[in-house]
């Protein structure tokens, strides 16, 4: 039976480029010369830090731009709110990984509700979906990357 699972992960390689891209960045801009800023990636989060909270939010824009240009998607970033006190402000950004069980059932309600001739069951933090046509499959995979689900995607293991 044709199969396929759906993941979503972020290549950590690119993340880590464009993490160090962007601290290249910072060290060379003139509107952060002599402040304290700088981006760190600790396993599945980027810490930024700055002196002002609207640094912040120029490293921010700075970091979107470079993860674009390494082919990460933005909807992988989940920003948490920035902690300012009288000399420093930080931001945690963590990054989605893997499809949680909520999402994921609300993929299979969304799969069932289209009347489509898949099956589809969660495993661990990715969705596999059977069918018994390969044209069901494609359909199933145009019809999840019709909807938003707040996650980027990736469709891995075609397999007939």
Request: aromatic residues 4%.
């Amino acid at each position: 039976m044709p199969s396929f699972d759906v993941v979503s992960e972020s290549d950590m390689q690119e993340v880590r480029n464009a993490v160090d891209q962007a601290n290249r960045e910072i060290g060379t801009r003139f509107d952060f010369k002599g402040v304290d800023a700088s981006f760190e990636l600790a396993s599945a989060d980027i810490l930024l830090r700055a002196e002002q909270e609207f640094q912040l939010q120029q490293m921010m824009d700075i970091l979107r731009q470079k993860l674009v240009k390494r082919g990460i998607d933005l909807a992988a970033l989940d920003p948490d709110e920035p902690v300012t006190t009288l000399n420093a402000a930080s931001q945690r950004i963590g990054l989605k990984q893997g499809i949680d069980s909520d999402t994921a059932k609300r993929m299979i309600k969304s799969l069932k509700a289209s009347k489509l001739k898949v099956q589809s069951q969660i495993q661990g933090d990715q969705l596999r979906i059977t069918g018994k046509k390969r044209d069901d499959l494609q359909q199933a995979i145009a019809h999840l990357k019709s909807s938003d689900w707040e996650r980027p995607l990736q469709f891995q293991n075609f397999r007939d």
